[in-house]
């Protein structure tokens, strides 16, 4: 069966500290990628997401990602986070065939930047 | 509307009482999604439709969900008899194709309390 990994709980950092957020999936297939985030009191929304091609994808924010198929990972990272970045971030995995499929949601990593 | 649109935003039912919550998927967009999120957990997916058609109810938890799309745009997910470990908030979100590389459209959710 499909799972998302998310290693880290709650990270709490200082402003202008870089960020790196760890996702492991478990699929015995092709796969698309995602980050969502959700700030407080918002709904879920793509930060950025990965079908193909170049590894290190950019998303909205200064976010970037980084699949690495031999590891089954896509790590998160920005290279110096505000007060603003504080949310909670989901990676996400779905089958990479045409079809549209269920999506996979890690349970989560809480963000907590200190101004 | 803008965006996709959950109705009610709170619930509180009594235990046993049926509950239907309504999903308004933005205008035109094919596929829709209900996910439940358990405090403190990522969505755990529930089913899929695309336009009228359930392709996938394998997260639905017990024979006391029911979900339908009856004419491809608004849904209800209907819990019967509903128990506490029903409580949790209760995504819909929709993507304009049928394909698996779309970018997911969340509502803010319904926060179900089951007392």
């Known amino acids: 069966a499909q799972s998302v990994s998310q290693h880290n709980h709650h990270v709490i950092l200082s402003e202008a500290a870089s960020l790196e957020l760890g996702c492991n999936y478990s699929?015995?297939?092709?796969?698309?990628l995602f980050w969502y985030v959700q700030y407080p009191g918002q709904h879920l929304q793509l930060l950025l997401k990965y079908f193909s091609g170049d590894p290190l994808v950019k998303g909205i924010k200064g976010f970037e990602a980084e699949f690495i198929k031999s590891k089954f990972s896509f790590n998160l990272r920005k290279p110096s986070v505000q007060w603003s970045d504080t949310a909670e971030y989901f990676c996400?995995?779905?089958?990479?065939?045409?079809?549209?499929?269920?999506?996979?949601f890690g349970s989560g990593t809480r963000l907590s930047i200190r101004p | 509307g803008a965006g996709v649109s959950q109705s009610p935003r709170y619930k509180v039912a009594k235990r046993g009482q049926d509950v239907a919550l309504r999903c308004d998927p933005i205008?035109?967009?094919?596929?829709l999604f209900w996910y439940q999120q358990a405090l403190g957990q990522g969505p755990e997916f529930l089913t899929y439709?695309?336009?009228?058609?359930?392709?996938?109810k394998s997260g639905l938890p017990s024979d006391r969900f029911f979900a339908e799309r009856p004419e491809g745009s608004v849904s209800t997910l209907k819990i019967q008899r509903t128990q506490q470990e029903d409580s949790a908030v209760y995504l819909c979100?929709?993507?304009?194709?049928?394909?698996?590389?779309?970018?997911?459209?969340f509502g803010q959710g319904t926060r179900l309390t089951v007392v």
């Open positions: 996400a995995v779905n089958r990479g065939y045409s079809s549209a499929s269920k999506i996979i």
């Open positions: 439709f695309q336009n009228e058609a359930q392709l996938d």
């Open positions: 205008s035109g967009h094919v596929s």
């Open positions: 979100a929709s993507s304009p194709r049928g394909t698996g590389f779309d970018e997911a459209f």
């Open positions: 699929y015995g297939g092709t796969v698309n």
